[in-house]
């Protein structure tokens, strides 16, 4: 076998194959002798149809099948010989396929890129830090008496945040929508669950009452979207007026905080009486959570007070920790310059294309991904090629102790964290998955290490938000300029013709895999 690799432009690559018609004939005159051993044709036993008789009916067929296997397996070992980092599916062209003549053939594909790793420390890396303030307590419990809010119906017209059931219709030239009429919706008012126009309807009004509105409706049709003028039309069936519950014993205990707390306070005996008492008086007129000095704070909400700030604590842990990541992978993107292979983009963009269009309920065709959306995509691949060069050149695998204490953490949640323990250990996806997670984390680990840190102050209410950092627009990661005029070329961002094979790979979710 003979293989030439010519580089056409970028990563694109044209490998030429000539397979000796030795081989080929060697392997055609096998195949021809199994069919003859399995064949049965009128007028003759099976397994003794003549092997002429065989070529005659079926070797047309055959030579198809076998140099179609040929192709297969003399470009697959021709890759590996090559050492050649393929990446989508490659476009084959037949040259020679003639009896008796050498087979010849071209693909062509793209490779992965060569990637030249930015010295770590030479990476500024921004990190959030908070503090859980009482007022950050007092949003968070005041959030978590409304999450456990009671409805009570009243008779008085609508206001905002009560909650109402109405009947609902949008037509357009007096005739209802598509899709645009609703039996007993239920909404809070001002709290965005609607349209702002059918919000701003409903207040004010009482139950019986009906009520029309102007709207704008968004409609969809095989030429694009347009938005047309409707007429909205709502009916009141109840009012429900909000009754947040009172901070007491029975509030406490429904969110975990009750008599085992206060097991476990008193679990020291009398040691936890004398720190108590050594403060003296100091304690019985501690300040609440709105600083007033004399004011007591009573022991189950204290000790309800403390819970909430140790889930507080916990979460924002985790937040700070993805906060420092997404930091951590957009420094690496910016920091290395490289050509993205049209396959990997492509592929990208197309799942995130199916994504919105499952958001928005349209056809995938009809979705057409902002400029800001695309590029994010293409930030996303680069990000991956760039910790798969990193992974593969610290040699990063994942630490057995670390994923073990992942699992750990994740089935101390079930009532029988042992069946769900074997079933994730049993399930190759499923630990993969934690794996995954795992590497990610010691990536971070591994350039935070090497990285300079700068630590920015940052409200808890942003970092658990996710918007405690936002990256700097004049610090977008750098596009080769390859890629732009690929993509000018091809008419920017469009999905491939072709659903492009992904990398394989034990962990190929992460960092792409390996060809």
């Known amino acids: 076998m003979h293989v030439s690799v010519e580089t056409t432009s970028g990563l694109n690559r044209k490998m030429t194959i000539t397979v000796p018609s030795a081989d080929f004939e060697g392997r055609l005159a096998d195949r021809l002798k199994s069919t003859a051993s399995k064949v049965s044709l009128p007028g003759f036993r099976r397994g003794k149809v003549p092997l002429k008789e065989v070529e005659r009916r079926f070797g ?36 020679n396929v003639e009896p008796g003549d050498d087979i010849k053939f071209t693909a062509t594909f793209e490779v992965l890129p060569e990637i030249e790793l930015a010295d770590l420390s030479t990476l500024k890396v921004r990190k959030p830090v908070a503090e859980i303030g009482e007022s950050d307590i007092d949003d968070m419990v005041e959030s978590l008496r409304k999450q456990r809010v009671e409805w009570d119906p009243v008779d008085r017209p609508v206001a905002d945040e009560d909650r109402v059931v109405v009947d609902y219709a949008v037509k357009i030239d007096g005739e209802v929508a598509e899709g645009g ?73 429904a969110l975990g905080v009750g008599d085992e707390d206060d097991a476990a306070a008193d679990s020291d005996g009398d040691e936890d009486d004398a720190a108590a008492d050594s403060d003296g008086d100091e304690d019985d007129a501690a300040p609440d959570s709105d600083g007033d000095e004399g004011e007591a704070i009573p022991l189950g909400l204290s000790r309800f007070r403390d819970s ?11 937040a700070a920790r ?116 795992v590497l990610e984390d010691q990536l971070v680990d591994h350039v935070l290490a090497q990285a300079a840190v700068e630590d920015v102050p940052a409200s808890y209410k942003d970092v658990v938000t ?40 034990r962990l190929r979710r992460l960092i792409g895999g390996k060809p």
């Open 60 to 95: 047309p067929s055959l030579r198809r099948e076998v140099a179609s296997e040929v192709v297969q397996s003399s470009f697959e070992d021709a890759v590996r010989e090559r050492e050649l980092a393929m990446v989508g599916v490659p476009s084959v062209e037949l040259l």
């Open 181 to 253: 009429e609703r039996k007993d919706l239920t909404f809070v008012v001002g709290a965005g669950e609607v349209a702002d126009e059918l919000n701003a309807a409903v207040v004010g009004m009482s139950v019986g009452e009906t009520r029309a509105f102007p709207i704008s409706v968004h409609r969809h049709h095989e030429g694009g979207h347009e938005d047309v003028d409707g007429v909205g039309e709502v009916v009141m069936n109840r009012v429900e007026a909000p009754s947040i519950p009172e901070l007491d014993e029975a509030f406490f205990a």
């Open 308 to 318: 909430v700030r140790e889930r507080m604590a916990a979460d924002l842990e985790v």
């Open 322 to 437: 993805n906060e420092t990541k997404r930091q951590v992978m957009a420094v690496l993107a910016r920091a290395h310059v490289f050509q993205i292979p049209r396959a990997l983009l492509d592929e990208e963009l197309e799942q995130e294309q199916e994504r919105a269009a499952r958001y928005m309920g349209v056809p995938a065709n009809e979705v057409n991904l902002p400029e800001p959306i695309a590029k994010q995509v293409e930030d996303r691949v680069r990000t991956r090629l760039v910790v798969r060069e990193i992974v593969n050149a610290e040699s990063l695998t994942p630490d057995d102790e670390r994923v073990r204490a992942r699992i750990d953490e994740l089935v101390a949640a079930y009532e029988k964290p042992e069946d769900v323990r074997n079933w994730i250990y049993a399930d190759e996806e499923q630990l993969q998955r934690i794996e995954l997670g």
């Open 466 to 505: 996710g918007r405690s950092i936002p990256l700097p627009a004049e610090e977008d990661p750098p596009t080769a300029v390859a890629d732009h005029d690929h993509a000018h070329e091809t008419g920017g961002h469009a999905p491939a013709a072709k659903k492009p094979r992904g990398l394989g790979g």
